[in-house]
T-cell receptor
């Protein structure tokens, strides 16, 4: 069964506007972590933001924020004030507890974001 | 400059060749990973090493052979590959396998083309 689902293969956003990238996940483990990574054309996976399953507040890192809706099992990434350099692939990932998945990081299919000038 | 360095960045090899991918980290991490990223597919975890011991092998064909001589270095030895093995191979490290909040630090990857 798919653990991480990103339903948007590609997204376009105008420069300086905000964009939301969707991510839903599936787990029965009460303890897990959710991550977003950015992958530019160079190939490197760049860590953006983390949300723990027990965190009460949504995570924020600069222009990135994570809209965590636990009951809906969604962890959408919001990028504010988009910049041309934000054009890249974005991956949502989940890490369950060691006893369930060995603490492995499991990735979604990715969303390709293109920022228009 | 990433904390995880992968070499080479690009590799073209024939199906009868033998080559090796190298990954190096000096972050003091105890766990290292190999992922395969094919076009239009999610990243696939291939191998997991913790303190130089392999803790997971996700049904990877034997033509891929990992080696972890110490906690800072990880190799992926390749032999008699198939064209469908062409992909981006990413190395990552983390503080521990299965530790709580920490994510992974990734290298820039080796883009492999099998001809």
């Amino acid at each position: 069964a798919q653990k991480i689902t990103q339903t948007q293969p590609g997204m376009f956003v105008q420069e300086k506007e905000a964009v939301t990238l969707d991510c839903t996940y599936d787990t029965s483990d009460p303890s897990y972590g959710l991550f977003w990574y950015k992958q530019p054309s160079s190939g490197e996976m760049i860590f953006l933001i983390y949300q723990g399953s027990y965190d009460q507040q949504n995570a924020t890192e600069g222009r990135y924020s994570l809209n965590f809706q636990k009951a809906r099992k969604s962890a959408n990434l919001v990028i504010s004030a988009s910049q041309l350099g934000d054009s890249a692939m974005y991956f949502c990932a989940m890490r369950e507890a060691w006893r369930n998945q060995g603490g492995k990081l499991i990735f979604g299919q990715g969303t390709e974001l293109s920022v228009k000038p | 400059e990433t904390g995880v360095t992968q070499t080479p960045r690009h590799l073209v090899m024939g199906m009868t060749n033998k080559k090796s991918l190298k990954c190096e980290q000096h972050l003091g991490h105890n766990a290292m990973y190999w992922y395969k990223q094919s076009a239009k597919k999610p990243l696939e975890l291939m191998f997991v090493y913790s303190l130089e011991e392999r803790v997971e092998n996700n049904s990877v064909p034997s033509r891929f052979s990992p080696e972890c001589p110490n906690s800072s270095h990880l190799f992926l030895h390749l032999h008699t590959l198939q064209p469908e093995d062409s992909a981006l191979y990413l190395c990552a490290s983390s503080q521990e396998v299965g530790s709580g909040e920490g994510g992974y630090t990734f290298g820039s990857g080796t883009r492999l083309t099998v001809v």
